[in-house]
Protein backbone atom coordinates (compact mmCIF):
# COMPACT_ATOMS: atom_id res chain seq x y z
CA UNK A 1 0.00 0.00 0.00
CA UNK A 2 3.00 2.31 0.29
CA UNK A 3 2.81 3.28 -3.43
CA UNK A 4 -1.11 2.79 -3.97
CA UNK A 5 -1.67 6.73 -4.34
CA UNK A 6 1.73 7.65 -5.93
CA UNK A 7 4.93 9.56 -5.25
CA UNK A 8 2.80 12.44 -4.52
CA UNK A 9 0.34 10.66 -2.46
CA UNK A 10 -2.43 13.66 -2.74
CA UNK A 11 -5.81 13.43 -1.20
CA UNK A 12 -8.92 12.69 -3.19
CA UNK A 13 -9.57 16.80 -4.31
CA UNK A 14 -5.61 16.73 -4.79
CA UNK A 15 -6.03 14.28 -7.83
CA UNK A 16 -9.14 16.31 -8.90
CA UNK A 17 -7.43 19.49 -9.16
CA UNK A 18 -4.06 17.57 -10.80
CA UNK A 19 -6.37 16.20 -13.29
CA UNK A 20 -8.43 20.00 -13.87
CA UNK A 21 -4.88 21.22 -14.64
CA UNK A 22 -3.90 18.37 -16.87
CA UNK A 23 -6.46 18.61 -19.01
CA UNK A 24 -6.27 22.82 -19.14
CA UNK A 25 -2.90 22.52 -20.39
CA UNK A 26 -4.17 20.01 -22.74
CA UNK A 27 -6.92 22.19 -23.79
CA UNK A 28 -3.67 25.28 -24.27
CA UNK A 29 -1.75 22.82 -26.63
CA UNK A 30 -4.38 22.77 -28.99
CA UNK A 31 -5.79 26.04 -28.68
CA UNK A 32 -2.91 28.00 -28.41
CA UNK A 33 -0.07 25.72 -29.70
CA UNK A 34 -1.68 24.02 -33.03
CA UNK A 35 -4.59 26.46 -33.29
CA UNK A 36 -3.95 29.64 -33.22
CA UNK A 37 -0.10 29.64 -33.73
CA UNK A 38 0.64 26.97 -36.25
CA UNK A 39 -2.80 26.43 -38.03
CA UNK A 40 -3.40 29.88 -38.59
CA UNK A 41 -0.63 31.81 -37.33
CA UNK A 42 -2.32 34.39 -35.70
CA UNK A 43 -0.42 34.06 -32.63
CA UNK A 44 3.66 33.57 -32.26
CA UNK A 45 4.79 31.22 -29.29
CA UNK A 46 8.23 31.89 -28.04
CA UNK A 47 10.60 28.22 -29.09
CA UNK A 48 10.29 26.93 -25.86
CA UNK A 49 6.86 26.80 -25.51
CA UNK A 50 6.25 25.57 -28.81
CA UNK A 51 8.25 22.75 -27.82
CA UNK A 52 6.77 22.51 -24.61
CA UNK A 53 3.33 22.20 -26.32
CA UNK A 54 3.85 19.49 -29.02
CA UNK A 55 5.53 17.55 -26.31
CA UNK A 56 2.37 17.71 -24.44
CA UNK A 57 0.45 16.82 -27.21
CA UNK A 58 2.10 14.25 -28.21
CA UNK A 59 2.32 12.57 -25.05
CA UNK A 60 -1.70 12.91 -24.39
CA UNK A 61 -2.90 12.26 -27.88
CA UNK A 62 -0.10 10.98 -30.06
CA UNK A 63 -1.09 13.47 -32.46
CA UNK A 64 1.53 15.44 -34.46
CA UNK A 65 1.22 18.79 -35.48
CA UNK A 66 1.40 18.96 -39.19
CA UNK A 67 -1.48 16.21 -38.66
CA UNK A 68 -4.03 18.40 -37.14
CA UNK A 69 -2.59 21.33 -38.94
CA UNK A 70 -3.68 20.12 -42.36
CA UNK A 71 -7.03 18.37 -40.94
CA UNK A 72 -7.84 21.89 -39.30
CA UNK A 73 -6.87 24.08 -42.53
CA UNK A 74 -8.88 21.75 -44.96
CA UNK A 75 -12.22 21.76 -42.35
CA UNK A 76 -11.71 25.62 -43.18
CA UNK A 77 -10.94 25.26 -46.76
CA UNK A 78 -14.24 22.98 -47.62
CA UNK A 79 -16.12 23.66 -44.21
CA UNK A 80 -19.81 22.36 -44.96
CA UNK A 81 -18.98 20.93 -48.08
CA UNK A 82 -17.83 17.99 -49.74
CA UNK A 83 -13.87 17.55 -48.79
CA UNK A 84 -14.58 18.99 -45.01
CA UNK A 85 -13.11 16.06 -42.98
CA UNK A 86 -15.33 16.34 -40.11
CA UNK A 87 -18.83 18.51 -40.84
CA UNK A 88 -22.35 17.62 -39.63
CA UNK A 89 -23.58 19.34 -42.16
CA UNK A 90 -22.15 16.88 -44.06
CA UNK A 91 -21.89 13.47 -42.32
CA UNK A 92 -24.79 14.41 -39.12
CA UNK A 93 -24.01 15.59 -35.47
CA UNK A 94 -25.00 12.03 -34.40
CA UNK A 95 -21.58 10.87 -36.89
CA UNK A 96 -19.38 13.94 -35.69
CA UNK A 97 -20.40 13.61 -31.97
CA UNK A 98 -19.48 9.86 -31.41
CA UNK A 99 -16.97 9.47 -34.09
CA UNK A 100 -15.27 12.48 -34.57
CA UNK A 101 -11.69 11.18 -33.90
CA UNK A 102 -12.37 8.38 -36.35
CA UNK A 103 -12.95 10.84 -39.09
CA UNK A 104 -9.87 12.77 -37.74
CA UNK A 105 -7.80 9.67 -38.29
CA UNK A 106 -9.14 9.14 -41.60
CA UNK A 107 -8.18 12.38 -42.87
CA UNK A 108 -4.95 12.86 -41.32
CA UNK A 109 -4.16 9.50 -43.03
CA UNK A 110 -4.38 10.95 -46.33
CA UNK A 111 -1.32 12.16 -48.22
CA UNK A 112 -2.85 14.56 -50.02
CA UNK A 113 -4.77 16.57 -47.53
CA UNK A 114 -0.60 16.81 -45.81
CA UNK A 115 1.09 17.80 -48.76
CA UNK A 116 -1.39 20.23 -49.55
CA UNK A 117 -2.16 22.02 -46.27
CA UNK A 118 0.57 20.75 -43.56
CA UNK A 119 3.22 23.10 -44.85
CA UNK A 120 5.23 25.08 -42.78
CA UNK A 121 4.56 22.93 -39.16
CA UNK A 122 7.85 21.57 -37.80
CA UNK A 123 10.22 18.95 -39.45
CA UNK A 124 13.03 19.48 -37.25
CA UNK A 125 15.30 16.24 -35.67
CA UNK A 126 12.75 15.68 -33.08
CA UNK A 127 9.81 15.68 -35.35
CA UNK A 128 11.00 12.73 -37.79
CA UNK A 129 13.51 10.98 -35.50
CA UNK A 130 10.89 11.19 -32.38
CA UNK A 131 7.48 12.47 -32.84
CA UNK A 132 7.44 10.80 -36.30
CA UNK A 133 9.20 7.40 -34.84
CA UNK A 134 7.37 6.55 -32.34
CA UNK A 135 4.39 7.77 -32.61
CA UNK A 136 2.59 5.94 -29.34
CA UNK A 137 6.30 6.88 -27.37
CA UNK A 138 4.56 9.78 -25.71
CA UNK A 139 1.21 7.70 -24.44
CA UNK A 140 2.90 5.19 -23.15
CA UNK A 141 5.55 8.10 -21.36
CA UNK A 142 2.18 9.46 -19.59
CA UNK A 143 0.97 5.98 -18.94
CA UNK A 144 4.37 6.01 -16.73
CA UNK A 145 4.23 9.19 -15.19
CA UNK A 146 1.33 9.17 -14.51
CA UNK A 147 0.90 5.74 -12.60
CA UNK A 148 4.59 6.58 -11.10
CA UNK A 149 2.86 10.07 -9.59
CA UNK A 150 -0.41 9.61 -8.81
CA UNK A 151 -0.42 5.17 -8.00
CA UNK A 152 -3.93 3.04 -9.01
CA UNK A 153 -5.84 6.64 -9.05
CA UNK A 154 -3.49 7.73 -11.78
CA UNK A 155 -5.05 4.81 -13.97
CA UNK A 156 -8.02 6.75 -14.04
CA UNK A 157 -6.04 10.05 -14.57
CA UNK A 158 -5.03 8.41 -17.83
CA UNK A 159 -8.42 7.58 -19.22
CA UNK A 160 -9.62 10.78 -18.53
CA UNK A 161 -6.81 12.50 -20.18
CA UNK A 162 -6.45 10.10 -23.31
CA UNK A 163 -10.40 10.39 -24.26
CA UNK A 164 -10.55 14.44 -23.70
CA UNK A 165 -9.29 15.40 -26.76
CA UNK A 166 -11.08 12.93 -28.86
CA UNK A 167 -14.38 14.12 -26.59
CA UNK A 168 -13.96 17.98 -26.59
CA UNK A 169 -11.94 18.47 -29.83
CA UNK A 170 -13.62 16.07 -32.54
CA UNK A 171 -16.73 15.60 -30.56
CA UNK A 172 -18.05 18.79 -28.96
CA UNK A 173 -16.07 21.68 -31.20
CA UNK A 174 -16.55 19.94 -34.50
CA UNK A 175 -19.76 18.53 -34.10
CA UNK A 176 -22.04 20.68 -31.79
CA UNK A 177 -19.92 23.94 -32.84
CA UNK A 178 -21.44 23.54 -36.21
CA UNK A 179 -24.92 22.94 -35.10
CA UNK A 180 -25.88 24.27 -31.92
CA UNK A 181 -25.93 27.04 -29.99
CA UNK A 182 -25.93 31.34 -30.97
CA UNK A 183 -24.13 33.42 -34.06
CA UNK A 184 -22.63 36.88 -33.29
CA UNK A 185 -21.94 36.56 -37.33
CA UNK A 186 -23.82 35.54 -40.41
CA UNK A 187 -20.17 33.65 -42.16
CA UNK A 188 -20.74 31.18 -45.19
CA UNK A 189 -20.88 28.23 -43.06
CA UNK A 190 -22.96 27.01 -39.62
CA UNK A 191 -20.45 27.38 -36.68
CA UNK A 192 -22.25 28.27 -33.67
CA UNK A 193 -20.59 30.25 -30.25
CA UNK A 194 -21.50 27.25 -28.07
CA UNK A 195 -21.73 29.71 -24.87
CA UNK A 196 -20.29 32.79 -24.16
CA UNK A 197 -17.60 31.89 -21.98
CA UNK A 198 -14.84 29.61 -23.27
CA UNK A 199 -13.74 28.53 -19.79
CA UNK A 200 -13.41 24.64 -20.31
CA UNK A 201 -12.28 24.03 -23.92
CA UNK A 202 -9.44 27.20 -24.37
CA UNK A 203 -12.12 29.20 -25.54
CA UNK A 204 -13.25 27.57 -28.38
CA UNK A 205 -16.48 27.37 -27.72
CA UNK A 206 -16.79 30.75 -29.47
CA UNK A 207 -16.50 28.83 -32.80
CA UNK A 208 -18.12 31.09 -34.58
CA UNK A 209 -16.82 34.08 -33.93
CA UNK A 210 -13.60 31.72 -35.04
CA UNK A 211 -14.72 31.26 -38.34
CA UNK A 212 -16.07 34.86 -38.75
CA UNK A 213 -12.10 35.95 -38.75
CA UNK A 214 -9.91 32.55 -38.76
CA UNK A 215 -6.66 34.31 -38.39
CA UNK A 216 -7.69 36.21 -35.27
CA UNK A 217 -5.76 35.22 -32.03
CA UNK A 218 -8.64 36.41 -30.19
CA UNK A 219 -11.50 34.35 -30.21
CA UNK A 220 -13.61 36.61 -27.52
CA UNK A 221 -16.03 39.67 -29.60
CA UNK A 222 -18.76 41.18 -27.56
CA UNK A 223 -17.60 42.45 -24.40
CA UNK A 224 -19.32 40.21 -22.36
CA UNK A 225 -17.64 37.14 -23.99
CA UNK A 226 -14.49 35.65 -22.40
CA UNK A 227 -11.78 33.47 -24.16
CA UNK A 228 -9.65 31.86 -21.39
CA UNK A 229 -7.13 31.22 -24.55
CA UNK A 230 -6.63 35.36 -24.90
CA UNK A 231 -6.19 35.14 -21.32
CA UNK A 232 -3.27 32.54 -21.10
CA UNK A 233 -1.95 34.60 -24.53
CA UNK A 234 -2.14 37.93 -22.55
CA UNK A 235 0.06 36.47 -19.49
CA UNK A 236 2.56 34.66 -22.01
CA UNK A 237 2.96 38.26 -23.74
CA UNK A 238 3.39 40.03 -20.50
CA UNK A 239 6.72 37.85 -19.71
CA UNK A 240 7.46 38.10 -23.40
CA UNK A 241 6.58 34.48 -24.42
CA UNK A 242 4.46 35.16 -26.83
CA UNK A 243 3.69 37.36 -29.90
CA UNK A 244 -0.04 38.86 -31.45
CA UNK A 245 0.17 38.88 -35.56
CA UNK A 246 -3.45 39.63 -35.95
CA UNK A 247 -6.69 39.95 -34.20
CA UNK A 248 -10.24 40.68 -36.00
CA UNK A 249 -10.59 44.03 -37.19
CA UNK A 250 -12.78 46.39 -35.28
CA UNK A 251 -14.52 49.43 -37.35
CA UNK A 252 -14.09 52.81 -37.27
CA UNK A 253 -17.78 54.44 -38.03
CA UNK A 254 -17.22 58.42 -38.08
CA UNK A 255 -20.08 60.28 -36.98
CA UNK A 256 -20.85 62.13 -40.50
CA UNK A 257 -20.75 59.85 -43.65
CA UNK A 258 -18.64 60.97 -46.73
CA UNK A 259 -20.40 62.58 -49.22
CA UNK A 260 -19.65 59.84 -51.44
CA UNK A 261 -18.07 56.69 -51.07
CA UNK A 262 -14.41 56.55 -52.14
CA UNK A 263 -11.54 53.43 -52.02
CA UNK A 264 -10.87 53.90 -48.36
CA UNK A 265 -14.74 53.52 -47.71
CA UNK A 266 -14.95 50.13 -50.06
CA UNK A 267 -12.05 48.57 -48.11
CA UNK A 268 -13.21 49.96 -44.57
CA UNK A 269 -16.38 47.84 -45.74
CA UNK A 270 -14.33 44.91 -47.32
CA UNK A 271 -11.91 44.41 -44.04
CA UNK A 272 -15.26 44.64 -41.40
CA UNK A 273 -17.70 42.49 -43.78
CA UNK A 274 -18.50 40.40 -40.99
CA UNK A 275 -19.73 43.54 -38.78
CA UNK A 276 -21.08 44.88 -42.29
CA UNK A 277 -23.46 42.04 -42.54
CA UNK A 278 -24.34 42.56 -38.59
CA UNK A 279 -25.24 45.94 -39.17
CA UNK A 280 -27.74 45.78 -41.53
CA UNK A 281 -29.33 43.09 -40.32
CA UNK A 282 -29.67 45.03 -37.09
CA UNK A 283 -30.59 48.38 -38.63
CA UNK A 284 -32.08 47.23 -41.80
CA UNK A 285 -33.43 43.69 -42.28
CA UNK A 286 -34.98 43.15 -38.40
CA UNK A 287 -36.88 46.12 -37.93
CA UNK A 288 -38.45 46.11 -41.32
CA UNK A 289 -39.66 42.47 -40.67
CA UNK A 290 -40.89 43.74 -37.02
CA UNK A 291 -42.66 46.25 -39.26
CA UNK A 292 -44.41 43.73 -41.52
CA UNK A 293 -45.16 41.43 -38.42
CA UNK A 294 -46.86 44.67 -36.86
CA UNK A 295 -48.98 45.13 -40.25
CA UNK A 296 -49.94 41.95 -40.41
CA UNK A 297 -50.61 40.34 -36.76
CA UNK A 298 -51.09 36.49 -36.01
CA UNK A 299 -49.14 35.80 -39.83
CA UNK A 300 -47.16 32.44 -38.74
CA UNK A 301 -44.82 32.71 -41.43
CA UNK A 302 -43.50 36.40 -40.51
CA UNK A 303 -43.11 34.72 -36.95
CA UNK A 304 -40.62 32.26 -38.39
CA UNK A 305 -38.76 34.17 -40.53
CA UNK A 306 -36.28 36.08 -38.52
CA UNK A 307 -33.24 32.89 -39.13
CA UNK A 308 -34.48 32.99 -43.08
CA UNK A 309 -33.85 36.71 -43.77
CA UNK A 310 -30.64 36.89 -42.08
CA UNK A 311 -29.02 33.46 -42.61
CA UNK A 312 -26.54 33.33 -46.06
CA UNK A 313 -28.71 31.32 -48.50
CA UNK A 314 -26.42 29.03 -48.79
CA UNK A 315 -27.01 27.18 -45.21
CA UNK A 316 -30.66 27.16 -46.14
CA UNK A 317 -32.30 23.62 -46.51
CA UNK A 318 -34.29 23.08 -49.29
CA UNK A 319 -37.71 23.30 -47.35
CA UNK A 320 -35.45 26.87 -46.29
CA UNK A 321 -35.25 28.20 -49.25
CA UNK A 322 -39.05 27.29 -50.45
CA UNK A 323 -40.07 29.40 -47.18
CA UNK A 324 -38.11 32.14 -48.11
CA UNK A 325 -39.18 32.15 -51.71
CA UNK A 326 -42.86 32.38 -50.15
CA UNK A 327 -42.07 34.92 -47.90
CA UNK A 328 -40.47 37.14 -50.29
CA UNK A 329 -43.14 37.39 -53.06
CA UNK A 330 -45.55 38.11 -50.22
CA UNK A 331 -43.82 40.87 -48.58
CA UNK A 332 -42.39 43.71 -51.11
CA UNK A 333 -40.51 45.50 -48.32
CA UNK A 334 -38.81 42.35 -47.09
CA UNK A 335 -37.81 41.08 -50.44
CA UNK A 336 -36.15 44.43 -51.35
CA UNK A 337 -34.04 44.87 -48.11
CA UNK A 338 -33.19 41.07 -48.68
CA UNK A 339 -32.00 41.45 -52.91
CA UNK A 340 -29.95 44.92 -51.16
CA UNK A 341 -27.90 42.64 -48.98
CA UNK A 342 -27.37 40.13 -51.46
CA UNK A 343 -25.86 42.71 -53.98
CA UNK A 344 -24.07 44.42 -50.91
CA UNK A 345 -22.30 40.81 -50.43
CA UNK A 346 -21.23 40.74 -54.25
CA UNK A 347 -18.51 43.77 -52.95
CA UNK A 348 -16.17 41.48 -51.30
CA UNK A 349 -17.53 38.24 -52.96
CA UNK A 350 -16.60 39.06 -56.50
CA UNK A 351 -13.79 37.59 -57.73
CA UNK A 352 -10.98 39.24 -60.48
CA UNK A 353 -12.74 42.54 -60.12
CA UNK A 354 -10.90 45.63 -59.63
CA UNK A 355 -11.16 48.26 -57.06
CA UNK A 356 -13.00 51.08 -59.61
CA UNK A 357 -15.50 48.52 -60.40
CA UNK A 358 -16.30 47.84 -56.88
CA UNK A 359 -16.36 51.47 -56.13
CA UNK A 360 -18.83 52.43 -58.87
CA UNK A 361 -20.82 49.21 -57.37
CA UNK A 362 -21.20 50.63 -54.12
CA UNK A 363 -21.93 54.21 -55.02
CA UNK A 364 -24.51 52.73 -57.34
CA UNK A 365 -25.95 50.91 -54.21
CA UNK A 366 -25.99 53.71 -52.00
CA UNK A 367 -27.37 55.41 -54.47
CA UNK A 368 -30.59 53.40 -55.12
CA UNK A 369 -30.45 52.52 -51.25
CA UNK A 370 -31.74 56.28 -50.82
CA UNK A 371 -33.84 56.26 -53.27
CA UNK A 372 -35.82 52.84 -52.12
CA UNK A 373 -38.61 54.56 -50.11
CA UNK A 374 -37.48 52.27 -46.98
CA UNK A 375 -36.04 54.68 -43.99
CA UNK A 376 -33.44 52.20 -42.37
CA UNK A 377 -32.61 51.00 -45.73
CA UNK A 378 -31.92 54.90 -46.84
CA UNK A 379 -29.96 55.48 -43.12
CA UNK A 380 -27.77 52.48 -43.77
CA UNK A 381 -26.53 53.89 -47.18
CA UNK A 382 -25.60 57.03 -45.00
CA UNK A 383 -24.00 54.64 -42.33
CA UNK A 384 -22.26 52.47 -44.81
CA UNK A 385 -20.42 55.60 -45.54
CA UNK A 386 -19.15 56.60 -42.25
CA UNK A 387 -16.74 53.35 -42.44
CA UNK A 388 -13.63 54.25 -42.12
CA UNK A 389 -10.24 51.94 -41.59
CA UNK A 390 -8.53 52.11 -38.44
CA UNK A 391 -4.89 50.45 -37.22
CA UNK A 392 -5.71 46.55 -35.76
CA UNK A 393 -5.31 46.76 -31.93
CA UNK A 394 -3.89 43.40 -30.67
CA UNK A 395 -4.92 44.75 -26.84
CA UNK A 396 -8.83 44.85 -28.09
Sequence with gaps: MEY????????????????????????????????RDQAHRSLELHPAIRHFFRFWIWCTSGMLTREWVAVHRKHHAFCEKDGDPHSPQVFGLKKVLLEGAELYRIEKDNPETLEKFGRGTPNDWLERNVYLRFPF????????????????????????????????AAGIINGLGHH??????????????????????????????????????????????????????????????????????RPLIEEQPAAHADIENLRAIIVNRMHVL?????????PVLKRER???????????????????????????RERLSHLLSDHAALRTVHEFRERLSELWNGANVNNEKLLTQLREWCAEAEASGIKVLEEFAARLRCYRLQPVNAMA
Design 137 to 168: GGIILLIIADLVLFGVPGITMIAIQLVSMPLF
Design 180 to 249: TGYRNFECDDAATNLVPWGLFIGGEELHNNHHAFPTSAKFSMRRWEFDIGWMYITLLRTVGLAKVRKVAP
Design 278 to 286: RDYSRHVTL
Design 4 to 35: FYGVLDLSIWGYVVAMLIMIQITMMSVTLYLH
Design 294 to 320: AVAAGNRALKRARTLLIRQPSLLDEGA
